[in-house]
C-alpha cells in the first residue's frame, strides 16, 4: 500500500460509509465514485466507498484499485462463494469505518445527491431512512415496462403486512451502525436486505422521497432465481413476524398442496389399472414426501436440520398418527355424537381438522423438533 493511499481517507475517520454490492459493474465504478464524491463534497461530508464485489472478473477490481489511488474507495471481493447480494452488503459493512451506513447500487439508479437528505432523516431520530420512489414525491424510472412496475407493485403490497414503509423494496438505505440487528438473527436470501433489516430489526423507518433511474450501462442481475429466493424471504419473515398463527397456516398450504398430489397420483394409478384400495395406499407416499420436502422449506425452514432419512420417516409416522386420528375421530363421532352421527360431512370435517391438528403436532415435536442431537444437526440442505 503506497503512501498517497492513505491521504485519500480522511484523518477521523468518513461520517459516511457507502457500502455497494457489484457484480460485472465495471463500466460504472467511475461514474458512481465521481458523482458521490461531488455530492459528498457539495455538503462537507467526508465520506468513503465500500465496493463489496462477487468475483465479477471483469476488470472492475483494476478499475477500484485505480480510482482508490485518488479516491477514498476500496473494493472486497468475495471469492469461491455463491453470489448474494444481502451477503455482499453484510459483509461491507463490516468493513465500512463509519457507524453511518447508506447502502446503494452501483448502476446509479439511486441518486446519491440524496445521500445527504438520508443522513438528515438519521439525525432526526429515524432507525432507518429510505430511499423511497413510492413516497409522494418519489418517482420510478419513464422508461419502466409495465411488467416491471406491475411487479415491482405486487412486490411491495405482499410485504405490507409487515411494514408500513412504502418501499419496502428500495435498495437504497441509510442506518446507523447500532441499530444494526445481531448477525445472527439476520437469516437473508436475495436482493432485499433492507427489507430484512427494517423487520427483523423492529426499525423505525423515514422515508426520501427519490427518482429511481433505470441504468445507462451494464444489465439488472435481478432474474427469477431471485424472484424465487425473494418468496421465500418474504415467508420467512411473515414466519418471524405472526409466528405460530403463520406456521399454522404455511402448513395448512401444505397439506392442501399435498392433497392436490395424493388425489391425481390416486387417479393416475387408476386409470393404469390399479386397483381404488391400492392406489389409495400408495398415492398416500407421494403426497407425504412432498409435504416433508414443503414443510422443511418453509413452514419449519428455522428449525435445525435433520439427515433426510431420519426427518422423512419421522414425518411419515406424523402423517400417519394424522390420519389415524382424522378416520378415527370420524368413526366415533359419526357413531356416536350428535350432531355428527346423523350429519356424517360435518363428522368428516371434523375428523379433518382434529387430524390435522394431531398431524401439525407431531410433525412440530418429533419431525422438526427445536432441538437436535449436535451430530445430527450438521447435514444441511
Ligand atoms: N455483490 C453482488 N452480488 N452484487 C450484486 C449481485 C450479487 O449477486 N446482484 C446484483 N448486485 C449488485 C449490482 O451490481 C448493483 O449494484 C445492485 O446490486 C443492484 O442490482 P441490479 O441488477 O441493478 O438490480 P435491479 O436494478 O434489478 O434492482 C434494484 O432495484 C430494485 C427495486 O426495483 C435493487 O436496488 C433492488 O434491491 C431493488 O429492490
Ligand atoms: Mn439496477
Redesign the pocket.
Known sequence: MSDSKEDVFAENGPSVSVV??????AA?LLALASRIRSAMEAEGIEWELIL???DSGDGSEEIARTLGERLPVRMHV?RNRP???SE??LDGIELARSDRLVVM???L??PPERIADLLTALDRGADMAIGS?YAPGGRIDDSWSRY?SLN?RV?TWLARPLTPCADP????FALDRRRLPASNRLHPIG????LELMVRGGLHVREVPIR?V??RR?????NWR?QAAFLRHLHRLYLFRFGLPFRVLSFGAVGASGLIIDTTVYFALQRAGIDHLLSRFLSFWPAVTWNWRMNRLFTFHDRPRRARVDQWVRFAVASVVGLVTNVGSYAVLSSWVEPFASHRLLALLAGVVIGSAANYVSASRFAYRETVPARQSADRG
Request: cysteine-free; hydrophobic content about 30%.
Open positions: 455497494t454490492p457489484t457484480f460485472k459493474e460504472n463489496s464485489d462477487d468475495r453470489r448474494d447480494l455482499a452488503v447500487d452501483a448502476d439508479s439511486h420512489r416491471r415491482s412486490a423494496m428500495s435498495g437504497f436482493y432485499k436486505i433492507g429511481f433505470d441504468r451494464g444489465w439488472s442481475k435481478l431471485q
